[in-house]
């Protein structure tokens, strides 16, 4: 990290320069699948036994494929189908604490302004952080 990466380097996960930020950090990994957490009733989901407590089941919405940023939109596409699209700005994204992938959080465009929350698994997980050392 440059030093005027770190002058500007923001740790607020609210502010845009943060999503900005992590947003161009995952860009880089290749999808191996991405899962959405469905509460029972969504899209003919029955979460009558999911081994939980909750109402809620983790259903693959799709394999193979990528994030890109077009137009200020992040966008997740696999297998030539786009999954989802929030503005950069509006997203929030975590990063998992096994590494292997992000939680992402927003308004999807592509499904009508609702609401989503999905989960991003990497092919494989690069540990970049002592490249510059």
């Known amino acids: 990290m440059s030093i005027l990466q770190k002058l500007f380097h923001s740790k607020n996960p609210k502010s845009p320069l943060f999503r900005w930020e992590k947003a161009r950090d995952i860009v880089r990994y290749r999808i191996k699948y991405v899962t959405e957490k469905l509460v029972d009733g969504d ?4 979460c009558a036994y999911d ?11 799709g394999h193979e494929g990528d994030m890109q940023i077009i137009d ?8 030539g189908e786009v999954l989802f699209r929030c503005p950069v700005v509006d997203l929030s994204i975590w990063t998992l604490m096994s590494g292997d992938g992000v939680v992402l959080t927003g308004r999807d465009k592509e499904h009508e302004d609702k609401m ?18």
Do not use: E, H, P
């Open 116 to 133: 989503r929350t999905i989960t991003v698994y990497y092919i494989y997980y690069i540990d970049n952080r002592n490249i510059n050392k």
């Open 72 to 79: 200020k939109d992040l966008v997740v596409v696999c297998a």
């Open 51 to 61: 081994g939980g407590m909750d109402n809620t089941q983790d259903v693959v919405i």
């Open 43 to 46: 899209a003919g989901v029955d």
